[in-house]
């Protein structure tokens, strides 16, 4: 029988996963002596140990799992009394040579405008990480602390985690012993982070279809309830790729004698008279499946592999004991693994949902439960899975590692929802990109349409987008039992999910090979500037666009919701409005139901499957669409493979690189490397481009092409082509968005939308059409004394621009 512990998991040995780490630190980076030790990870980082038994831990750690880096350049002073200094080009140190203290340690960042200066025992505010779990929460809450900080200069203590030894087993760390690491970057985050990553091991490649749309509810369903279920979305043409069978697939009426019944290995055969058959018919689907498991009850004596599970644990059955778990056991973690999960694998689950809420503490001090399950359960992954996943909760540092995170029971309210994009963003700061949230609540409030269809907007540009509610019959997250309008905003925001799953899934191989999340703050790119920091939901989704979801109720009068963004400079369009604006500002952002603001500057490149019906799994597209915004030159290379390969690089990507030549005007989708796709139909959208039709196409020779200039964009159609050839689609030379926002058609077609009085509508629509120039024309919109967010969206499009 295999077992997770012939992974030989630890870091020091052959491993499938871990092969490339090594925690034993370059000894060219140490400087060391009797009772302590600093290695130079790199010019901004600096590990700190202190040992009273003269021993340090070159073992791998949660965090720590490849401290032998490359030397960095740095220079080491010495002086008679023990002390020395350490000084690269970001930091200088210093040292007494005795136990660390807040006076003999401490280090300077070095070329910063004002001196920053941390000293041993000070923890420094951070702009925060994330925490393991929302359960219970309505609106914020505290979150861990991060590696970024506002005074550019924080610490990580590593002293108390969990460590892997050799022998593909864990341990706990010696009592005493010091061990942290120092971060000093300035505002150069994304290399503090590519430090942290450089440590702890970037995440994985995710499967494809693991940006698709996950079907989760806690509910009994019955086999057959279930598969007519995925048969509506299919005949609502809402596509979907992961079904997640929450806890009811298992018994649950057990003998009281036995406890509560949220642990449980044996299918329920009053709902799933066939199981087998059922996840045989999900898979016919395209679905992918993932069973939830509470592992800390053990295995009790009602399941049927009770018995087995004694008998390789050399225990007696008849008592009818509970098997414990006890996850510092190697036997009892290998018997979990091969005894009960491996059996439900071969019947068809893909991957387990780890609903472990439990606590910290095990029968070993030191020894995190949450750490073990995440660990092995991803390791032993690879046994069915091209690519090991798990679906489980935050454990600290290190995490990334292990995707998915789930982030706990969300309360069904507008509080919850408008912390969800900070919560999603922030714990970039901390490498832990891949939050799947209970989209749409989990239990309690009420039922608001509203709320849930910007919740699904909210999710669409999640790293992770899982519908999820409780086992309450009327808390639903079926589009259809929502009101019509919500009904076509939700579905078509699900459909758009599957859609974007071209960029989010090349946009996921970046986040393996270069630690960049899906979804992270916007002061990464601007730590220079105080109003990236203040707009926290605002955030970045991918490497082309930013988003500021909307996250609380629409004003009655304008029947809009309001997300207040700053535009960092340049100018930006709006990719469902297709308004542009001036950057370098900030302004309120007014959005119908139907959208939220999703910004894009000129020189973006976004990939898409094409509009027609999107079908379940996130299969490779035959039909593209790429959104190209003029007025920069811009360049994105679409990664595609067949699905094989745990690490990068094992994987043979089929790339597709799109170009924007702004000076020439011409777009080029270049021929595909590897392509798996022989020939390809693509379009072209030009958000607020409708200045030419003198647009022509080349593959090789001249094609038939068909522009189309729509409201405010305009789209070109053209014909399949083989994908070993270059596409050439020429505009006019130097392109550029188009020069006003059709103002006062907008403005009078969002007036006649408004709930409000005929008369202060007139009354607005004279101010903003009169003659004169835009201040005077302000000032009369401002001497009415209008509703302020009837005011405030007028505004928005009045000095969009200009």
Not at 759 to 782: Q, Y
Request: proline share 6%; net charge negative; hydrophobic share 35%.
């Amino acid at each position: 029988m295999s077992s997770p512990l012939e992974f030989k998991n630890s870091v020091t040995t052959p491993s499938p996963l871990f092969s490339a780490y090594d925690p034993t630190p370059n000894p060219e980076s140490t400087v060391q002596g009797e009772n302590y030790r600093f290695t130079v990870i790199s010019e901004g980082c600096i590990r700190y140990e202190y040992s009273p038994d003269g021993k340090f831990e070159d073992r791998a750690s949660t965090f720590a799992v490849h401290r032998n880096l490359p030397k960095p350049k740095y220079n080491v002073l010495r002086d008679n009394e023990g002390g020395l200094e350490i000084k690269t080009d970001r930091l200088h140190l210093q040292y007494d040579g005795k136990a660390f203290t807040a006076s003999g340690l401490y280090c300077d960042l070095v070329g910063q405008e004002w001196m920053q200066t941390w000293r041993y025992g000070f923890t420094p505010g951070t702009l925060g990480g994330t925490c393991r779990t929302l359960d219970g929460v309505d609106g914020r809450t505290k979150l861990e602390e991060g590696i970024l900080s506002p005074s550019s200069i924080t610490v990580l203590d590593d002293s108390g985690s969990m460590i892997f030894s050799p022998d593909g087993w864990v341990d706990t760390r010696v009592k005493g012993r010091i061990d942290g690491y120092l971060f000093g970057y300035g505002g150069d985050f994304r290399e503090a982070l590519r430090i942290y990553y450089e440590i702890s091991g970037k995440p994985p490649m995710l499967p494809r279809w693991a940006l698709g749309n996950w079907w989760s509810r806690y509910y009994p369903y019955s086999g057959e309830g279930y598969l007519e279920l995925m048969d509506r979305f299919k005949e609502e043409k809402v596509p979907l790729a992961v079904a997640v069978i929450d806890m009811d697939w298992h018994k649950v009426d057990i003998p009281e004698e036995y406890g509560t019944p949220w642990t449980g290995y044996t299918w329920e055969k009053k709902l799933f008279p066939d199981h087998v058959k059922f996840m045989q018919e999900l898979h016919d689907r395209d679905l992918k499946i993932t069973l939830n498991t509470h592992p800390a009850d053990g295995v009790r004596g009602f399941e049927d592999a009770y018995p087995e599970m004694c008998k390789v644990l050399n225990r007696d059955p008849s008592d009818k004991h509970p098997v414990n778990f006890d996850c510092t056991s190697r036997e009892f973690l290998s018997a979990y693994m091969t005894t009960l999960h491996h059996p439900m694998e071969d019947e068809g689950a893909d991957f387990w949902w780890i609903d472990w809420q439990q606590g910290t503490h095990s029968r070993i001090p030191g020894i995190d439960p949450l750490w073990m399950l995440n660990h092995y359960h991803f390791i032993d992954s690879t046994r069915r899975m091209g690519r090991p996943m798990t679906f489980s909760r935050y454990a600290g540092p290190g995490s990334g590692r292990y995707p998915i995170g789930f982030s706990g029971d969300a309360l069904v309210t507008w509080d919850t929802l408008n912390f969800q994009p900070e919560f999603t963003a922030t714990a970039a700061n901390i490498g832990f990109g891949w939050w799947s949230h209970d989209i749409g609540g989990h239990w309690a409030g009420i039922k608001d349409d509203e709320l849930a269809t910007r919740w699904v907007q909210l999710g669409c540009f999640s790293p992770i987008l899982r519908l999820h509610s409780s086992n309450n019959p009327f808390n639903c997250r079926e589009p259809w039992h929502h009101g019509a309008e919500a009904e076509k905003v939700q579905s078509n925001f699900l459909r758009l999910r599957h859609r974007l799953v071209p960029y989010t899934y090349t946009e996921a191989i970046r986040c393996a090979t270069e630690g960049r999340s899906l979804v992270e703050p916007i002061y990464y790119d601007y730590s220079h500037r105080s109003e990236a920091y203040k707009n926290k939901n605002q955030s970045t989704f991918g490497t082309q666009l930013i988003i500021n979801p909307i996250t609380s109720p629409r004003d009655k009068g304008t029947m809009m919701g309001r997300a207040d963004t700053w535009l960092p400079p340049g100018l930006w369009v709006d990719l469902f409005t297709y308004v542009v604006y001036d950057g370098d500002r900030v302004t309120a952002l007014h959005r119908t139901l139907e959208s939220l603001p999703v910004l894009a500057k000129p020189g973006a490149i976004i990939p898409l499957e094409s509009t027609k019906e999107v079908g379940n799994g996130c299969l490779i597209p035959e039909e593209m669409e790429a959104v190209v915004v003029v007025g920069a030159d811009g360049e994105y290379e679409l990664l595609e493979d067949d699905g094989s390969g745990a690490q990068v690089e094992e994987v043979k990507f089929s790339t597709t690189k799109i170009t924007l030549n702004q000076s020439a005007g011409t777009i080029t989708i270049h021929s595909s490397a590897n392509h798996i796709v022989k020939q390809r139909k693509w379009s072209i959208r030009l958000p607020a481009y409708t200045n030419s039709f003198n647009i022509t196409a080349k593959a090789g020779s001249d094609i038939d092409i068909t522009a189309n200039r729509k409201q405010y964009h305009t789209v070109i159609e053209l014909p399949s082509l083989p994908t070993s050839s270059d596409i050439i689609i020429s505009l006019p030379a130097n392109p550029q968005l188009d020069e006003t926002n059709d103002v006062l058609p907008r403005i009078q077609r969002l007036l006649n939308s408004m709930q409000i009085g005929h008369n202060p509508k007139l009354d607005i629509w004279n101010a903003v059409k009169a003659e004169g120039k835009p201040h005077v024309r302000l000032s009369r919109l401002e001497a009415l004394g209008v509703d302020a967010q009837v005011e405030s969206a007028v505004k928005e499009i009045m000095f969009a621009r200009g």
